[in-house]
């Protein structure tokens, strides 16, 4: 369980199994990560924080995130 203080960064990885769905996810990659807070976006590999799986609307997806201070340190 990550405690994240609100105003935290992120490193943020969504893996989006629907092609058409992934697009309209990149189409509004800016979006996502300010509302998010996510200073890092996509081509991670999250492995200091959190990671689960959905289905939603018949379409598999898995979103990870860590605090960008986790993130760096595992470069």
């Known amino acids: 369980d990550l ?3 609100v105003e935290e960064r ?3 990885e969504l893996t989006i199994d629907d092609d058409r769905v ?3 996810v990149d189409e ?3 979006l996502i990560r300010e509302e998010v807070r ?3 976006l996509g ?3 999250v492995e200091n924080g ?3 799986e959905w289905e939603v609307e ?3 997806m898995t979103i990870a995130i860590e605090p960008l201070a986790a993130a760096e340190a595992s470069d």
């Open 3 to 5: 405690e994240l203080d």
């Open 10 to 12: 992120i490193a943020l």
């Open 22 to 24: 992934a697009d309209l």
């Open 28 to 30: 509004r990659e800016d």
């Open 38 to 40: 996510a200073d890092e």
């Open 43 to 45: 081509g991670l590999d």
């Open 50 to 52: 959190e990671r689960k």
């Open 58 to 60: 018949g379409v598999s």
